[in-house]
């Protein structure tokens, strides 16, 4: 006999139960090839995705969640989610920004970081925005690059170009460019240094503003998941032995999600501490703790923490 229940709705959680009728899957658009692909495929599979993804593969669909993904060029799919052929994606802020397509940040996911920056010539003394007055920009970030001229009231021209932005100062096309800097190799080698950050940027997930319901809970499932997997990096387990008058001290130090877990340890006067440490403030705490009597410290990695 069929699951009453799961005849309603999509068994999200029973993923045993596919044999029930499905509601349309979410589309998710990553992209194809690049330097997204490889981490935003990693964090799927993290949250519990399971998928093939086949080179040379246009489209795959998970087997244990309702979720397609869509193997798109990156700087396609703000316009793939506005013509709703995808639901959602994963593209950098960069690209999200400039597209200034129909979409909704949903979640900031900590990958591909990286920085949008104005480079002029070696030789120049850039003193700031006013440098770029009347001078011609090289970018493939127009609209991102207007926005910050307008933003100081400087008038430059923006001339698009889609790729190999660095060469443009050295043929002549342009005084200056806007582009993304990782170790600044290519600027050097182009004759040219960075001048300003205008953006920095990391992976986010966007998605359609108008997405029906049904969909909107798949997201929100998704979500939950991508952000266990995200506190999860952020946060170690740790254990400890401690003498029984440092614990006060101690759990003030990692007060962990509600306080640490305390158990007796065979030697007497003494305790056994578990808590969670943020991985930000890891070394400060644990020269804290080291002070405060801690001994045999062990650190171990979470794979996901739900609040
Ligand atoms: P194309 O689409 O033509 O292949 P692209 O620059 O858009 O080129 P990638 O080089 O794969 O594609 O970059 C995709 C995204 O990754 C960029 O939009 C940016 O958000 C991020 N990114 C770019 N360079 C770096 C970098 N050096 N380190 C980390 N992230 C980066
Ligand atoms: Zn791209």
């Given at each position: 006999m069929l699951d009453q229940q799961a005849f309603f709705y999509y068994?999200?959680?029973?993923?045993?139960?596919m044999l029930t009728p499905m509601k349309s899957p979410l589309r998710i658009a990553v992209q194809k090839s690049g330097r997204?692909?490889?981490?935003?495929?990693?964090?799927l599979k993290?949250?519990?995705?399971?998928?093939?993804?086949?080179?040379?593969?246009?489209?795959?669909?998970?087997?244990?969640?309702?979720?397609?993904?869509?193997?798109?060029?990156?700087?396609?799919?703000?316009?793939?989610?506005?013509?709703?052929?995808?639901?959602?994606?994963?593209?950098?802020?960069?690209?999200?920004?400039?597209?200034?397509?129909?979409?909704?940040?949903?979640?900031r996911l900590g990958f591909a970081k990286c920085r949008l920056s104005i480079a002029v010539p070696r030789t120049e003394n850039y003193s700031g925005a006013?440098?770029?007055?009347?001078?011609?920009i090289a970018t493939s970030y127009p609209n991102i690059v207007q926005q910050f001229l307008n933003d100081r009231g400087v008038k430059a021209g923006i001339h698009e170009i889609s790729g190999s932005v660095e060469i443009a100062p050295g043929i002549g096309l342009a005084d200056a460019i806007c582009d993304i800097v990782s170790s600044g190799s290519t600027l050097m080698s182009n004759g040219l240094k960075e001048a300003e950050t205008i953006m920095e940027s990391e992976a986010v997930l966007v998605a359609t503003p108008e997405l029906e319901s049904s969909k909107?809970?798949?997201?929100?499932?998704?979500?939950?998941?991508?952000q266990a997997v995200q506190s999860a990096k952020n946060n170690k387990y740790i254990l400890m032995n401690c003498p029984n008058e440092a614990i006060a001290?101690?759990?003030?130090?990692?007060?962990?999600?509600?306080?640490?877990?305390?158990?007796?340890?065979g030697r007497p006067g003494w305790s056994s501490l578990h808590s969670v440490v943020d991985e930000n403030d890891f070394w400060k705490k644990i020269n804290q703790l080291k002070s405060l009597g801690a001994e045999g410290i062990l650190v171990i990695p979470i794979e996901k923490m739900i609040a």
């Amino acid at each position: 006999m069929l699951d009453q229940q799961a005849f309603f709705y999509y068994p999200l959680l029973h993923p045993t139960k596919m044999l029930t009728p499905m509601k349309s899957p979410l589309r998710i658009a990553v992209q194809k090839s690049g330097r997204l692909q490889e981490e935003s495929l990693k964090l799927l599979k993290e949250s519990g995705l399971h998928f093939n993804n086949g080179k040379d593969q246009l489209k795959t669909q998970a087997d244990n969640f309702p979720v397609e993904l869509l193997f798109l060029r990156d700087d396609d799919i703000p316009q793939y989610i506005e013509d709703r052929v995808a639901d959602a994606g994963i593209v950098g802020e960069n690209v999200f920004r400039e597209k200034q397509k129909n979409n909704k940040l949903i979640q900031r996911l900590g990958f591909a970081k990286c920085r949008l920056s104005i480079a002029v010539p070696r030789t120049e003394n850039y003193s700031g925005a006013q440098w770029l007055q009347n001078k011609n920009i090289a970018t493939s970030y127009p609209n991102i690059v207007q926005q910050f001229l307008n933003d100081r009231g400087v008038k430059a021209g923006i001339h698009e170009i889609s790729g190999s932005v660095e060469i443009a100062p050295g043929i002549g096309l342009a005084d200056a460019i806007c582009d993304i800097v990782s170790s600044g190799s290519t600027l050097m080698s182009n004759g040219l240094k960075e001048a300003e950050t205008i953006m920095e940027s990391e992976a986010v997930l966007v998605a359609t503003p108008e997405l029906e319901s049904s969909k909107k809970e798949i997201l929100d499932e998704l979500l939950f998941r991508v952000q266990a997997v995200q506190s999860a990096k952020n946060n170690k387990y740790i254990l400890m032995n401690c003498p029984n008058e440092a614990i006060a001290k101690i759990t003030a130090v990692i007060p962990g999600m509600k306080s640490p877990t305390i158990m007796a340890l065979g030697r007497p006067g003494w305790s056994s501490l578990h808590s969670v440490v943020d991985e930000n403030d890891f070394w400060k705490k644990i020269n804290q703790l080291k002070s405060l009597g801690a001994e045999g410290i062990l650190v171990i990695p979470i794979e996901k923490m739900i609040a």
